[in-house]
């Protein structure tokens, strides 16, 4: 969980990097914004796929201690209340970077599409500030659900 935080913190300063190089039409240690956002995007799809990965293995093994008699089928359904809130807003923040990052060729090549490239960022950075507080409340209440199995207890 430690390892989604600092991604996610790298993830923000990343972004807001990413925009202030594209308002300013500065470069970092040389890079253009071009080729920085390809960074930015690789460690951003590496952020979610790690953070997804947490939810579904942590939801695993909360599954099996349910079924081996660990703790009540509610919190199950907690779980799957948990990861339909949380899921489609990282799927959708996914799909915001993605397009705006393919939307590079269109800027490249003077495309028309290349008018949305700016605005796509605003809203995909809007909705990933939205998404950290959804991921931030996720991480509480799959701590809270951990915590409610019971202890084995040992003859």
């Not at 190089?21 to 796929?49: D, P, V, Y």
């Not at 779980?79 to 799909?95: A, D, G, S, V």
């Not at 393919?102 to 500030?129: E, M, R, T």
């Amino acid at each position: 969980m430690l390892t989604c935080y600092v991604f996610m913190l790298l993830n923000v300063v990343n972004i807001v990097l990413t925009g202030l190089m594209g308002l300013f039409n500065i470069t970092i240690l040389g890079a253009t914004q071009m080729r920085f956002s390809l960074f930015m995007i690789m460690i951003f799809l590496i952020t979610e796929i790690i953070v997804m990965y947490f939810f579904i293995t942590t939801g695993k093994s909360i599954k099996q201690a349910i079924e081996s008699g660990l703790g009540k089928e509610m919190l199950w359904d907690r779980e799957k209340i948990l990861k339909m809130k949380l899921f489609p807003h990282l799927m959708l923040t996914i799909m915001l970077f993605s397009i705006w990052f393919i939307l590079w060729g269109a800027v490249d090549n003077n495309h028309q599409f290349a008018v949305l490239h700016k605005p796509l960022f605003y809203l995909a950075f809007i909705h990933h500030s939205w998404t950290l507080i959804i991921k931030n409340r996720s991480f509480q209440e799959q701590i809270n659900i951990i915590s409610e199995l019971k202890q084995v207890e040992v003859n």
